[in-house]
């Protein structure tokens, strides 16, 4: 039986806060909106990409596209670390 893998675009935070931008790729024109939200609030983060179902238990991949939001050396990995402990309390 085969299963096909979700994939969203989400925004991700420095800290691991994230948020869902849908099952379609976004647009350049949606992607300078969200980037210039982020930089008006003093924000930065990540376009990226999840794949796997953010609600299951099993494994679920982001693969960082694009940074926005204000210039930033933020840590990829320190944020996805806040990510995943973020999702583990959210789904148990």
């Known amino acids: ?3 096909e893998t ?6 991700l935070g ?18 300078a909106t969200v980037s ?3 930089a008006a609030q ?4 990540w376009l990226a990409r999840m794949q796997g179902d953010y609600y299951s238990r099993g494994k679920v ?3 960082p596209l694009q940074r ?6 933020a840590d990829w990995q320190a944020a996805l670390t806040a990510f995943h402990a973020a999702r583990q309390r959210a789904t148990h």
């Open 6 to 11: 979700e994939t969203r675009w989400i925004v």
């Open 42 to 45: 003093g924000l930065s983060g």
């Open 36 to 38: 210039g939200a982020l």
């Open 61 to 63: 991949m982001l693969e």
């Open 14 to 31: 420095t800290d691991g806060w994230h948020v869902s931008l849908g099952r379609t790729e976004p647009s350049e024109a949606e992607i």
């Open 1 to 3: 039986m085969h299963t």
């Open 68 to 73: 926005i939001g204000i210039s930033h050396d």
